[in-house]
């Protein structure tokens, strides 16, 4: 996925769908919140370079989306 997005070694995750990330703990849960096309702003080389990841059309999405709507369905 990270080469079909034109990520290169080195490339580091700074924000997805506009939320600036502190850790890890931030980068999961932005990964899983929300749909599955993502826009990931990634700095390479002290620039920023934003781009788009879909998992829309992988194996696990059906899987992870009812589970989404079982956590939405709860609250």
Do not use: H, Y
Request: proline residues 3%.
């Amino acid at each position: 996925m990270a080469k079909a997005a034109g990520w290169k070694v080195g490339d580091v995750i700074v924000a997805i769908d506009g939320k600036e990330l502190e850790g890890m703990r931030d980068l999961f849960s932005a990964v899983q919140d929300g749909s599955p096309r993502k826009t990931i702003v990634i700095e390479r080389k002290g620039r920023r370079v934003s781009t788009t990841v879909d998992w829309s059309g992988t194996p696990g999405e059906a899987e992870r989306e009812a589970r989404r709507r079982e956590r939405e369905a709860r609250q």
